[in-house]
């Protein structure tokens, strides 16, 4: 997913822990979504992408953070 949203949506600062789970699949989650409704859903980065057309229709808010998958662990140190 993409950093930029709609203007009906944004990004929020709530950072996703290690404890948190996809729900399509169970593994680690790296994005959440705030919906409309006022529910939340949490994907693994592979199914926060694979729907992310279908998640922006009924998204208040996309929080996505699977830009650190692609963290150098070297810089960090």
């Known amino acids: 997913m993409s950093e930029s949203v709609a203007a009906n949506q944004t990004i929020s600062a709530e950072?996703?822990?290690a404890t948190d789970r996809c729900d399509r699949c169970g593994a680690q989650a790296y994005v959440r979504v705030s919906l409309n409704n006022g529910g939340e859903?949490?994907?693994c980065a592979h199914h926060g992408h694979?729907?992310?057309s279908a998640l922006r229709q009924v998204a208040a808010d996309i929080h996505d953070e699977s830009q650190r998958l692609q963290a150098?662990?070297?810089a960090s140190n």
């Open 15 to 17: 950072e996703l822990l």
């Open 50 to 52: 694979e729907y992310e």
């Open 41 to 43: 859903l949490m994907f």
């Open 72 to 74: 150098d662990p070297a």
